[in-house]
């Protein structure tokens, strides 16, 4: 299993970002796929998920300013991050599992990519 993300950066707050996750190894359309992000000091904290049957979570955070979409033709999952905010600032890690009860509890997860930075200043 391999998951690679991309797209992280610095932005300044009000600003946009769209992150990139490739998978492979597994079988993506059968997975159910998240973001999740951890700051420093803090604990990682799940924020957008969807499952196999295109069921979707966001975290309070993040709802209405992030949108998770999943492309299962090419292996992908894509948040599009917008109106950012410092809080934001975190690493972002691509999380991936087979079954799950709970899409935005990162413990959840068995298969991690390596993270990508996000920084609102």
């Known amino acids: 299993v391999q998951l690679v993300e991309s797209g992280g950066g610095l932005v300044q707050p009000g600003g946009s970002l769209r992150l990139s996750c490739a998978a492979s190894?597994?079988?993506?359309?059968?997975?159910?796929m998240s973001w999740v992000r951890q700051a420093p000091g803090k604990e990682r904290e799940g924020v957008a998920a969807?499952?196999?049957?295109?069921?979707?979570s966001y975290s309070d955070a993040v709802r209405g300013r992030f949108t998770l979409s999943r492309n299962n033709a090419v292996n992908r999952l894509t948040l599009e991050m917008n109106m950012l905010k410092p809080e934001d600032t975190a690493m972002y890690y691509c999380?991936?599992?087979?079954?799950?009860?709970?899409?935005?509890?990162?413990?959840?997860?068995?298969?991690w990519g390596q993270g990508t930075q996000v920084t609102v200043s």
């Open positions: 969807v499952l196999s049957d295109g069921t979707w």
């Open positions: 190894g597994f079988t993506f359309s059968s997975s159910a």
């Open positions: 999380a991936a599992d087979l079954l799950l009860m709970r899409p935005l509890v990162p413990s959840e997860y068995q298969y």
